[in-house]
């Protein structure tokens, strides 16, 4: 082995949340035993989707979600799997997925509401692109020994005790945030840990990276126009991978905004407020980006139903303000 490419290994996630645990961010230990359950969960789904192409669970499944979409076998999938281990684990008392009509009510004495999106990316699955999971963390409102009320589950974005996502790409990673910054995970498969190797991530405060389906132009408000014409002005790199998370994560490294702006077919937007853009919001900020309908904070927006849309302008600050500028 060249030992000048050769990494030492350093913190594993395990000790990461303890130590954090420790400083009081979480004190009572169950949002850290949340995320080693959600972080574990997220092992399993890797190993499956490494192995799709071998193991016929590739494809349509035959069945349409709440959204309309054709699911995949792996939205399926991963939907069971990250609800087995939520259950399992007991910190969670419901959960709210792209997949499922209605939440889940798991009746126990968890303290936290969960919203997640098992498997973003499903169009690219097949293909053998980088696809993800997004999650938020609510805490549970209404008194314990009831049932779950509508007041636990439709919760503002500000309301996030933490938010995260797995990234399955060239490696696997698990990035999040507490409110106390964010960090980044990276998945050694072979000692089946995940080591910190993205310690206090900062988006870069402007950018040269724009991220839209530009094939939907014709259909964008005259303000997203506008602000596309200026990044064609500045020569931007147009980078589009068509999974949220995967484009998000490139854009909060390197510096860019994502865009999905409302269509003639969405107009929305495409992306569900619940379990993409609040989770992804959260994060952003926290790593001192932007994230906007075009003409409010997405975190503030009062959730109307389960599987809303809105708009999403998301990124690097400065770049996220010139956008929407155009307003
Ligand atoms: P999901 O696979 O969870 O349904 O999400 C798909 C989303 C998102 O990942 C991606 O950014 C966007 O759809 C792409 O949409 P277009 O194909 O319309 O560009
Ligand atoms: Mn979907
Ligand atoms: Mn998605
Ligand atoms: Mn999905």
Redesign the pocket.
């Known amino acids: 082995e060249d030992s000048r490419i050769a990494l030492p290994i350093g913190t594993t996630l395990d000790r990461y949340i303890k130590k954090k645990q420790d400083e009081f961010q979480y004190a009572t230990g169950e949002l850290s035993q949340l995320l080693r359950d959600i972080a574990l969960a997220g092992k399993v789904v890797n190993r499956e989707i490494n192995k799709a192409g071998l193991i016929n669970i590739g494809g349509a499944i035959g069945t349409q979600n709440v959204?309309g979409?054709e699911q995949q076998k792996l939205?399926v999938l991963a939907n069971i799997r990250f609800i087995r281990a939520l259950t399992k684990g007991g910190e969670a008392c419901a959960i709210i997925s792209?997949e499922d009509e209605h939440f889940t009510d798991l009746k126990n004495d968890g303290k936290y509401v969960i919203a997640i999106?098992p498997?973003?990316?499903?169009?690219n699955i097949d293909v053998n692109v980088s696809i993800g999971t997004i999650f938020s963390v609510y805490r549970r409102v209404s008194p314990l020994g009831k049932p779950i009320e509508k007041e636990d589950i439709m919760q503002s974005g500000i309301e996030q005790v933490a938010a995260g996502y797995l990234l399955y790409g060239s490696s696997t990673m698990l990035v999040y945030t507490t409110g106390h910054g964010v960090n980044g995970f990276t998945y050694e498969p072979s000692l089946g840990e995940y080591f910190l190797s993205h310690p206090d991530m900062m988006i870069p405060e402007d950018g040269s990276i724009y991220s839209v389906?530009e094939g939907?132009y014709n259909s964008f408000p005259e303000p997203v126009k506008k602000y596309i014409t200026h990044c064609h002005d500045q020569q931007y790199s147009a980078r589009?991978i068509?999974?949220?998370?995967a484009?998000f994560h490139r854009n909060l490294l390197k510096g860019g905004i994502y865009m999905?702006p409302p269509t003639e077919k969405n107009p929305d937007g495409?992306?569900r407020l619940m379990y993409?853009c609040n989770a992804l919001s959260f994060i952003v900020e926290q790593a001192g980006g932007m994230a906007s309908t075009g003409t409010g904070r997405i975190l503030e927006v009062a959730p109307q139903s389960l599987h809303q849309r809105v708009p999403l302008f998301i990124g690097s600050k400065r770049m996220v303000e010139k956008a929407v500028s155009f307003f």
């Open positions: 959204q979409e939205d792209e999106d498997l973003d990316g499903s169009s389906n939907m589009y068509g999974s949220l998370v484009d999905y495409k992306l993409e």
